[in-house]
């Protein structure tokens, strides 16, 4: 490290005594460079009685009773010397560096866990220009990159000229080494911390899909988590605050901001179920003109939860209605979740005769077929019906009504095999009467 010697600065403090005036002067060597330790002080002193007491001063502290000094950083230094015949002397010397090199900072910490520090640093003092060394000292093991005056740099920054703008720092701990233009060597180092929050800015988000196919209550709420609050909320839709609820379904981007400006932003989907409600069903057409055995019934419901509830247009509340004229029948079915669907039948008709008349009955009391049937005659409560052998004689009569029950008796007996012939009225609408044989096998 190159020295410098300046200009010896002598002081001198005169004392009368027997044996002469007591002075002390001093020759002072400043230290190169500010901080430096490498000054020293040549005390001489004359005059007064021997021994001399010699006590130096330094920050109000005695640090020595030496004559001589070395090893002084800048600063006061006083002397006290005191000869054998109590006179008592005092002196100040003051040690300057030629060459003080000085900053001023200005530090701003990394505000969004990003690495977007900055450090300010302008020197001053010394003789310009000035040749800097930023050293990160916890330097993460990958590439680092920030800029200085626009220009990007990796892990050193040099040349700092008059003034250095150092920015995109990550959080860090920096030692900053400036040494200006005077060739002494001189070099003063600043320690310099930035911060950074304790966590970087995220949120937690939670949310629920839409219930049913076409529906809007889905919803998102989000929690801040990192960052520096307090957070405000920008969503897609407009909205400003932490949940947005009663959403169809569809893309939702939320951006939130905390104190710092720092920023993040994240889509989130409501989805919906693929489709409604699924019905399944089977429809019977009404069998005859005159019936009423129409029938709906709901067999499969799929994308639903159970259990579920049927609201039909004839009031009825079951999977199944029976019993229908030909006509539009349509039911409202809602599951678990309260979704719905309603669906609308055709209920058919078979433009046909109802009335089916069996024409050979085999009265043997085997059980099958012992009496005569009329298929659907129900249907017609007011018919008449009267049967006759081959010379015209009634054998059965039923006046009001059939009951499907004639076992081919006339008066308690059982009538002969044979053809018989029938005639049937039923006096409804415009029927006429239907006519014909009936053969009886025993």
Known sequence: MKKILFALFTGFIFLNSAFGQLSVSFAVTHPTCSGYNDGAIDLSISGGTLP??????HQSDLISA???????????????VIDSAGLTIMDTA????PYEISTIDTIADATCYSGNGTI??????????????????LWDPYLQEYYIDSTLMDTLMTNIDTTSLIWSVPAGNYMVFIADNSGLGCVIQKFIVINQPSAPLTFNTTFDNVTCKGGSDGWITIVPDGGTPPYTYAWSGGQTTSSITAQAAGIYTLTVIDANSCSKTESIEIEEPFQSLLIYEDVADV?????????????????????????????TSASEITGLDAGTYSVTITDANSCQTTETYTVGLNDIDCIVIYNVVTPDGNGKNDVWEIKNIHL??????????????????????????????????????????????LNFGNYPPYTGPVKILK
């Not at 003051?94 to 560096?97: D, K």
């Not at 020197?123 to 000292?137: A, H, K, N, Q």
């Not at 076992?407 to 005639?423: A, F, Q, V």
Request: glycine share 10%; with cysteine.
């Open 66 to 80: 030496a004559e001589d000094l070395n090893g002084l950083v800048q600063g006061e230094y006083i002397v006290q």
């Open 52 to 57: 001399y007491t010699i006590l130096w001063y």
């Open 120 to 137: 300010n640093i302008t020197p001053s003092g010394g003789t310009p220009f000035y040749v800097g060394i930023l050293s990160e000292l």
């Open 380 to 425: 017609y409560p007011d018919c008449s019906v009267a049967v006759y052998n081959r010379w015209g004689k009634q054998v059965f009569s039923s006046d009001k009504g059939y009951d499907n029950l004639w076992d081919c008796t006339s008066d308690g007996k059982l009538l002969e095999s044979g053809d018989y012939y029938y005639i049937i009225n």
């Open 94 to 97: 003051w040690l300057f560096p």
């Open 287 to 315: 069998s005859c003109r005159d019936n009423h055995d129409g029938a709906v019934t709901v067999t499969l419901i799929e994308n639903a939860l159970a259990p579920y509830t049927y609201a039909w247009s004839n009031g």
